[in-house]
Structure formats: structure tokens, C-alpha cells
């Protein structure tokens, strides 16, 4: 075993793990003089003031799994005594600024174009030179700035930001090349010094339309392209498509028994939510603002008339285009609950209106159908419950006698910790569970 060390490794610091996530999970333990994360490696490097206080911290979560975001971490000595002063602005990958940039797009749901990463990126300096490509990481870009010092500034305020609202991580990293390459100026690469480089495909134009303002601003609407992807060529009957309005007021509600979080867990069964106001003067009634218009439309097609906590939800389009900022609202833009971040088109295709029966994932490997049946047991009468295994992963179906337990099981439970892992809840639109076998 390592020697203790006022050091403390952390491995499994996934993209969506800020240094924040990471303070709030040490600091209980005494004061934090230094931390640099390893994005390169998923890991980080956290020192303590003092070795006590790590082994404080390694003894608790040596018996206790700690888990950030959903993701579970791990922690140990490090090798290390006490971290040197290496530029925290590398995030610890010890290599030296540079002004060509490596930029990784996590939750891709909208299409990345050279034009965009320029609107991003160019304000924190000239960019001379992009070039995109995929990767077995996912889509990435070679950016290169006119010096050093614009790319470390570009890195430094972006690093970790969504490029739209809830999706398109940047996750930046210096690259160690010295100078880009670009031979063609079109969607994938462009050299802005040298307007006058052909197109890689005559007749195609090099031009294609950014989304508006970027980074904080989602487009309205997703593109046609996509949203017939994800139904398989054709939208759901009722489903326009066309609607661009992305708050929605859900009215009627238990005002006793609902709250935002519980409203957050329905309503981002059909989209990203960006935030949510419940209305103090009118305590049955809440905005939800959704991250884009076609989810709105979703959830109000599938949630309108809906039964929860003995109340008949009423959905319906707002007259406030998004819900502002305030003591009285809740923010979810970032939060790694989010269903749509990731598998944008396979979640699509699984909306539905509120079913009988509910779908548990991301369930403890030694979960039991008992703790399955005791998690929910409480919303309403339980008929079958299925425990199976999926590619290695446990998941279960649990039918319950209406629609309304079933509800009232998925906004109560999901996202809640169970042995460590944080289950995540949706409906079935399965009629029966043996249909599943």
C-alpha cells in the first residue's frame, strides 16, 4: 500500500467532474491547498494541508463508494508528497501552452461546423486555422490562434462550457503540434490567413449556416435532419416539429406534494430542461423551460392530461419565451441528469405518455427484485416486477396497477441513491412484463 501522503489521487474524474464537484467532496475533511486535474487521464491530483486530514478523508471512503455526478471515483495516496507548481492553466497535463488547441465535443446533439468553433473561439483572440475530424474519442478540432497567449485565454474560459444550452461540452487540451495543415476552406477545415484554398468538393458550398450566438444560447429548433432521425423518417401523429417556443407551464399540480425537482424528473423524460420557476402566487402552477422548442412540444403532446398525486396535469405552451434567472428559480442546464445529453435520437424515440409500467437502469450489480419492490413499493400496488441483465448491466421493469402510481414512482424515485449508484427511472410502453422474456 502507498504511503500516506497529503497527496490524494482521485482516478474516474469524468468530463462532466469539475473541480468544484471535486472540492465539495474534500473539503469536509480540512482545508484544500492545491488541486490539478487531469483531463487527459480522467483523474486529478488533490492535496490537503496536512496528512491527517487525507487519511481522514481516505478512511471514509475507503468504506463509503463516493460518487460524483452519478459517476463513481476513486481515491488513493498518491505517490507524490506535495504537488510542484505546475501551471494550473494546463490542467495538469504538464505539457507547455501552446497555441494550437485540441478540442473534444462531449454530448454532441446539435452539428459542430468550422463556423461555430470560429464564433466560439475567436473572441478570445484571432484564430488563424481549424480543422475538425472523428475520432474514436468523438468529433474533435485542431484550432490554431495567432499566439500563445489568446489560445491559453480561449482555453481558460472555456474549458468545460457547454457550447449550447445542457449539451456540446468543450473539453481543451494543448495539442503538441506546431503548425496546422489546411489544404481545402469548407465545413470540416479552414484556413482564414488564406481565403483562396478550393473547396474539397466542387460545388459544394463552404459555407454553412451557424447557429446564432453560441456558447450559453441554444438554437431554437434542432434540424429537420435530425429530429426524422430519431423518428425513423417520420414524427410522432400530433407532433409538428415546427413549434420554437421552449417554456411550457404545467398547471394543477399538487402544490403539497410537487416540487422542482420532482417536476424535473417527468419533464426531462422528453428534453433537456433548462430551469424551473414554481409560481409562489399561483402554487398549483410552474415554468418549465425546456432546451428547445421541439422538446417543449413533446412534453406538452405527451404530459397534457396526465394523472399525478391525485391531480389531472394541464400542459401548455408559455407566453414567456424562457424563464429568467433568480432567487426563485432552479437551475438544471448543467446537470449531469440531463437524459438528453447523451443518445439524443434513442431517447426520442422512447417518449411517451405516462405508462404502467417503469424501466429502472444503472442499478447496483447485486440489486434484488426485494429492493426493487421496497424502493417504489410505497407509490402504489406493485403486480410484477422483472429483474434481468443487459449488456452486463442490471436493469428491472416494475408494473404497477395505473398509470398514476407508476408516475408517482418515477418523479419520487428517479435519480435517488440506491447502494451507491444512482438510478435513473423511465416509462415502458411494454403492455405486460412477460413480453419482455
Given at each position: ?32 491547498t ?68 485540441l ?17 466560439v ?5 484571432f484564430?488563424?486555422k ?19 497567449q ?77 429530429i ?34 420532482k ?7 422528453y ?19 425546456m ?33 429568467t ?33 417503469i ?39 416494475v ?21 451507491g ?12 412484463i412477460?413480453?419482455?422474456?
Amino acid at each position: 500500500m502507498t504511503e500516506p501522503s497529503k497527496v490524494i489521487h482521485v482516478r474516474n474524474v469524468g468530463h462532466e467532474i469539475s473541480e468544484n464537484d471535486l472540492l465539495q467532496l474534500f473539503q469536509p475533511f480540512g482545508v484544500i491547498t492545491k488541486l490539478v486535474m487531469l483531463r487527459a487521464k480522467n483523474q486529478a491530483l488533490l492535496q490537503m494541508q496536512d496528512v491527517p486530514s487525507a487519511i481522514n478523508a481516505l478512511q471514509l471512503y475507503t468504506n463509503i463508494q463516493p460518487t460524483i455526478r452519478g459517476r463513481n471515483v476513486y481515491v488513493q495516496f498518491s505517490s507524490h508528497q506535495e504537488l510542484t507548481t505546475m501551471d494550473q492553466n494546463t490542467q495538469g497535463r504538464g505539457d507547455e501552452p501552446n497555441r494550437i488547441l485540441l478540442v473534444t465535443i462531449h454530448h454532441m446533439l446539435y452539428p459542430i461546423t468550422v463556423e461555430v468553433l470560429h464564433q466560439v473561439f475567436s473572441p478570445h483572440g484571432f484564430v488563424e486555422k481549424i480543422v475538425t475530424f472523428q475520432k474514436s474519442a468523438g468529433f474533435q478540432a485542431l484550432i490554431q490562434h495567432q499566439s500563445r497567449q489568446c489560445a491559453v485565454q480561449a482555453r481558460t474560459s472555456l474549458q468545460g462550457r457547454n457550447i449550447y444550452d445542457g449539451c456540446c461540452q468543450l473539453d481543451i487540451q494543448f495539442s503538441n503540434l506546431d503548425e496546422l495543415q489546411v489544404n481545402y476552406n469548407n465545413d470540416r477545415s479552414r484556413d482564414f490567413t488564406n481565403p483562396n484554398l478550393p473547396s474539397e468538393q466542387k460545388g459544394r458550398s463552404s459555407q454553412q449556416p451557424a447557429y446564432g450566438d453560441v456558447v450559453g444560447y441554444p438554437p431554437q429548433m434542432p434540424n429537420a435532419a435530425a429530429i426524422a432521425a430519431a423518428f425513423g423518417g417520420g414524427l410522432p401523429p400530433g407532433i409538428s416539429g415546427t413549434n420554437d417556443r421552449c417554456t411550457v407551464l404545467a398547471s394543477n399540480l399538487n402544490p403539497d406534494r410537487i416540487d422542482e425537482d420532482k417536476l424535473f424528473n417527468l419533464f426531462s423524460l422528453y428534453g433537456n430542461i433548462v430551469r424551473i420557476k414554481l409560481l409562489r402566487n399561483k402554487p398549483d402552477h410552474a415554468l418549465v423551460q425546456m432546451g428547445d422548442g421541439f422538446q417543449a412540444e413533446l412534453a406538452v403532446h405527451f404530459l397534457k392530461g396526465a394523472m399525478l398525486f391525485g391531480k389531472r396535469l394541464e400542459v401548455n405552451f408559455s407566453k414567456h419565451p424562457n424563464i429568467t434567472q433568480g432567487a426563485d428559480t432552479h437551475e438544471y442546464m448543467n446537470s449531469n441528469l440531463n437524459r438528453f445529453n447523451r443518445n439524443a435520437a434513442k431517447n426520442y424515440r422512447y417518449c411517451c405518455s405516462p405508462t404502467k409500467m417503469i424501466h429502472l437502469s444503472t442499478l447496483p450489480q447485486d440489486i434484488t427484485e426485494e429492493e426493487i419492490g421496497n424502493l417504489v413499493e410505497e407509490h402504489g400496488t406493485i403486480v410484477n416486477t422483472k429483474l434481468f441483465e443487459m449488456n452486463g448491466k442490471k436493469q428491472a421493469l416494475v408494473l404497477f396497477e395505473t398509470e398514476e402510481e407508476a408516475t408517482a414512482a418515477l418523479v419520487c424515485k428517479h435519480a435517488t441513491s440506491l447502494a451507491g449508484s444512482i438510478v435513473r427511472i423511465s416509462f415502458s410502453q411494454l403492455q405486460s412484463i412477460r413480453e419482455n422474456q
